[in-house]
Each structure stands twice: as C-alpha cells, then as structure tokens.
C-alpha cells in the first residue's frame, strides 16, 4: 500500500540507462519540494537490479574522477587486497541520499527499480516521514476454533483437533507523498 500512495503524487522518471546525473537530477527534484534547499536527507529503497546499477554506476563515477580520499582496495589479514567498494550513501549540492535494498521490490517489479523519500522530516520536525497505523486493541486477534478432543484429552475418533488463527490490522501512510520520486529503468542490470 505504500507505493499506490507515492504514485499519485510523486514525481517519476524512466531511465535508459542511469548515470550519475541520474542520480543528481533525483537530489534536485527532491531539493525543489523540500523545505530547504540544502541539509536534505533523502532515502533511496531499491530492488535488487536497481542496487547492482547503483553500485556500479557510483564505482565508475569514483575511479573515472578519483575523488580525494577514496580508496579502491585494503590490505586485508595480510594475505591479499579486497578490491572494491559498496555504497551507502551519496551527497551532491548539500543534500544525501541513502540506499537500503529490499527483497519484496525484486519479486514485484522485473525492471530495476526504486524509490525515493525525504526523511528530513523525521530528523528535523521529529514527524516520521512513515508511519504504521493499527486499530487501538486490533494489532493482534486470535480465534481458536475448537475441535474434538482440543480441551477433553483423548479421545477415540481418527479425527480430532482444532484450529488457532491470528490476523492483525494495520496500515501504513506517507507523510509527504509528493515529496517522493520514483525511478524505473530499462536497462539491464548484470
């Protein structure tokens, strides 16, 4: 139910093949709805081919250009060189944006795929930018449905036993919809 929410109101952008300027016009479309131009912190959720593109994508961008202090490789136990780098965040004009894959977004969507939300808010208003709802009392009922010999002991029928069912209510919402962005890509990711 979060990504309907996003949907309507979010800005989208289909990409041919994401690039670092893909990546910056993100950051800037995001700036232009957030309440500061600067000091934002953006939240990128991808599924795993977008993940694997991202990766790539942010290592070419640091050996093409050889940013000061970036290091490529580590002496490691002695033995050998790790060789390398995974990326957890990165910052262009004053705002960051943060990356987390998940799981579900690879079965739902084929094409590489992600998300993006402000979550400025939850640093500076102390309002999350999601939030989990549930029906006060709701968030866990259970319903056993008893059978024969459930609470009598033995009894001498083949068939006995009985049911327990739990189910909750909850519900998700974004604070900001339309302080979100959405990106596809057309291009293959290994």
Known sequence: MLIPQIERYCSKHV??????????????????????????????????????????????????????????????????YKVGATFSSYEFSGNTISFTVNRALTREYNMPFAMCIDFTGGKTSGKAPINLYTLKGKDLVSNVLKGAGIEDGEI?????????????????????????????STENAY
């Open 15 to 80: 990409a041919s093949k994401v690039t670092v300027n893909t990546f910056q016009m993100v950051i800037s479309q995001m700036a232009l709805k957030a309440e500061n131009p600067v000091g934002n912190h953006f939240l990128f959720v991808l599924n795993e081919p977008m993940w694997a593109i991202c990766n790539r994508v942010l290592f070419k961008y640091l050996a093409d250009f050889k940013t000061d202090g970036a290091l490529f490789y580590s002496k490691t136990n002695g033995i050998g």
């Open 156 to 184: 001498s029928t083949p068939v006995s036993g009985g049911m327990l069912t739990m189910q909750g209510y909850a519900s998700i919402a974004v604070t900001n919809p339309y302080r979100s962005f959405l990106l596809y």
